[in-house]
């Protein structure tokens, strides 16, 4: 039975209404079909906790995140090829470790943790996003890179005297190219995972904090609708990968 | 010694001290972790609360006693069901091959582009409000060991289609082994070092999973303690700088983390 059906200011009207809408949502499978229909004509229900349609609250809140993810991932791919980049290039120890232990510190941190420390410097939150990511990022391409680097055909162009730049930029990066374009797309996925910490203990009304709210509140039709939107995103940013990448050869 | 063996060596005395002072968390502090000191919330350290206690004046170290006895035994039992279910299906995927392959692969690549935290989330909004903690330690454990199978899905699915076509395989199939013997003697050993590398990889990741889930109060629930529900108290930032020592639990779980990434088994064996 439903919480709501207890509260003695409902009619016997609203009573029938309730419980034909939990009838409709019974079957799970008759559920999602309906669901599905519903939303590909944009109409994504409404939400349960907050009793307003959810198109709505997704068109108030999802700029905000998609604002905080795309500058958060800039920041941390930036930060990852920078540092990975630098320390094949200058072919020395400090650089490589001091990333490795950075990152290996960074990668220790729960997403909650970050937010929190966000929260005592008054960083703001695409910050957070970015040193969630970051670390995975520059493990990921630190070893795509140095794998690419250790190829004989790499030596074999340092061997004819190409300079290290060149070689990094026209040898090395071109053959790592796939993989590192197939990390874009989860590091997207990441990125909106970071979010929801990191905006619920931020305060920051993005879709995050929505659906860390949602869950809180027990609304199900708003915390799918947000998961399928980050799921569509996150497969398009993939599709839109594997595109370039056909592309490009 | 090579300095990379000393450092594993050492992550690894210092892994079982803290799994051993979580398994014997009753003869480390003789409070329990739900009792409540009313007269000193908030205490510093003393004799009688090494770390302190915390907002509702419950003893500290017996918290992070208990609390790691949760985390360090049900973060390895989730990564054991994520790796038993990566195991069977990617085994399956990779020997197997044809639709089987296909169907396993594409189910896997739909739930990574599935972001794990809002899945989890929606899961634990399934659960009512009023579950005893019990129910949601065990809830938050399975629900991340269910959903935590995919990446190492990929790998082990890699590992046993290099299988498939070699030449012992083929050998075995010619002098008539069963599939039932096949894939205990020869599919398996080979096997063994990738599925116990991802179920390695595994642990930290739902340790720090179960941390952010329980710092938002969806994962273990009051009184129970576990590392995520001793973090909470941070967001408390006054209370932090008066007693520094609440930091303990994050310093453990960094700690432990880190040692974990150390051990880690040969890279080869992970991609």
């Given amino acids: 039975m439903d919480e709501r059906e207890l509260d003695p200011r409902l009619s016997s009207a609203s009573r029938e209404a309730i419980r034909k809408e939990h009838r409709l949502q019974s079957g799970l499978i008759s559920y999602y079909g309906t669901y599905l229909t519903r939303a590909a004509q944009g109409n994504f229900g409404r939400s349960e906790w907050l009793e307003r349609p959810i198109a709505g609250l997704l068109k108030e809140r999802f700029p905000l995140t998609l604002r905080s993810v795309v500058l958060g991932l800039l920041t941390a791919w930036a ?92 040898h090395v990066l071109p053959l790592a190219a796939p993989p590192v374009a197939a ?47 980050v799921t569509l995103v996150t497969v398009a940013a993939n599709s839109a990968a594997d595109l370039l990448h056909q592309r490009a050869q | 010694m090579s300095g990379k063996t000393i450092l594993r060596t050492l992550s690894g005395s210092i892994l079982c001290a803290v799994v051993a002072a979580g398994l014997l968390a009753g003869s480390l502090t003789h409070y329990s972790y739900d009792r409540q000191f009313r007269e000193a919330p908030n205490a510093t350290p003393s004799a009688l609360h090494p770390l302190g206690t915390d907002s509702l004046g419950r003893d500290l170290l017996a918290r992070l006693a208990y609390g790691t006895r949760v985390s360090l035994v049900l973060a390895p039992a989730a990564a054991l069901l994520a790796t038993l279910i990566a195991g069977l299906f990617g085994g399956i995927a990779g020997l197997a091959g044809g639709w089987s392959e296909k169907l396993i692969l594409s189910a896997a690549d739909l ?37 935590g199978w995919p990446a190492s899905l990929r790998v082990v699915w890699a590992a046993a289609r290099n299988l498939r076509n070699s030449d012992f395989l083929l050998l075995a199939r010619a002098s008539g082994c069963t599939p039932a013997r096949i894939l205990l003697r020869h599919v398996m050993p080979n096997l063994r070092p990738v599925l116990f590398a991802q179920f390695w990889v595994s642990i930290p990741l739902f340790v720090l999973t179960e941390a952010t889930l329980s710092m938002l109060g969806l994962g273990v629930m009051e009184p129970l303690p576990s590392w995520g ?15 520094p020592w609440m930091l303990s639990p994050l310093v453990l779980l960094v700690g432990v983390v880190v040692c974990f990434q150390l051990i880690l088994p040969a890279e080869e064996a992970l991609t």
């Fill in chain 1, 79 to 170: 930060a990852a090829l920078f540092l990975s980049l630098a320390a094949l290039y200058s072919r020395g120890w400090f650089l490589d470790l001091t990333g490795t232990l950075f990152s290996g510190l960074l990668i220790a941190l729960p997403g909650a943790v970050v937010a929190l420390l966000a929260m005592y410097f008054r960083a703001p939150v695409f910050v957070a996003i970015g040193v969630v990511t970051f670390p995975k990022l520059f493990r990921y391409l630190r070893n795509l890179l140095l794998h690419a680097y250790e190829q004989p055909y790499v030596l074999a162009a340092r061997a004819r005297g190409v300079g290290q730049a060149r070689l990094l930029l026209r």
């Fill in chain 2, 111 to 147: 739930s990574m582009a599935l972001p794990l935290l809002f899945v989890l989330i929606a899961l634990r909004a399934l659960l009512p409000l009023d579950v005893s903690p019990l129910i949601s330690v065990v809830a938050t454990f399975v629900t991340l060991g269910a959903l």
């Fill in chain 1, 183 to 229: 990390l874009l797309g989860v590091s997207i996925s990441m990125a909106f995972g970071a979010a929801i910490p990191i905006e619920a203990l931020c305060d920051s009304p993005g879709i995050g904090q929505l659906a860390w709210l949602a869950a809180l509140n027990r609304d199900l039709p708003l915390i799918v609708t947000l998961t399928l939107l």
């Fill in chain 2, 229 to 243: 529900n001793l973090l909470k108290g941070l967001e408390d930032f006054s209370a932090v700088r008066a007693n």
